[in-house]
């Protein structure tokens, strides 16, 4: 069972997601912020890590560098609602977006194409 860090500030989104991803058949660890995601990264093994872009506590564009700087090889999906910053994401090495707001069903489909590629 894959495991995703699930990083989002909204805690209704939080919990709406990651119910529907347990729901899906994943093991899900969520994070209210950046900050709490990288915490979690230096403690548990996580397969994909799906990350709001604007938040509160460590901003997703300093959080997918850092990430991308001590786990190069974890994919990461970068969410949000501003079209630029989902491809400034890319830019730094998100390896799919998703615009806000989204089907559930989409962010599956997504997840599901970047675990088996």
């Known amino acids: 069972m894959k495991r995703i860090l699930l990083i989002e500030d909204d805690s ?3 919990a709406i997601l990651a119910h529907q991803l ?3 058949g ?4 969520s994070a209210a912020g950046g900050v709490a995601g990288l915490g979690i990264l230096k403690s548990t093994e996580i397969d994909i ?3 709001d872009v604007i938040m509160r506590s460590g901003e997703g564009v300093e959080t ?3 990430m991308k700087l001590h786990y190069p090889d974890l ?6 609602g501003n079209p630029a910053y989902l491809e400034t ?10 615009r806000k707001p ?3 069903e989409r962010l599956l489909t997504v997840i599901q194409n970047v675990i088996q590629p």
Request: glycine share 2%.
């Open 22 to 24: 347990e729901k899906a």
């Open 12 to 14: 209704e989104l939080l």
């Open 26 to 29: 994943y093991t899900v660890v």
């Open 75 to 80: 994919p990461v999906i970068a969410m949000s």
């Open 102 to 104: 989204f089907r559930t």
């Open 89 to 98: 994401m890319k830019s730094l090495g998100a390896v799919a977006v998703l």
């Open 64 to 66: 997918l560098r850092t």
């Open 49 to 51: 890590v799906v990350t």
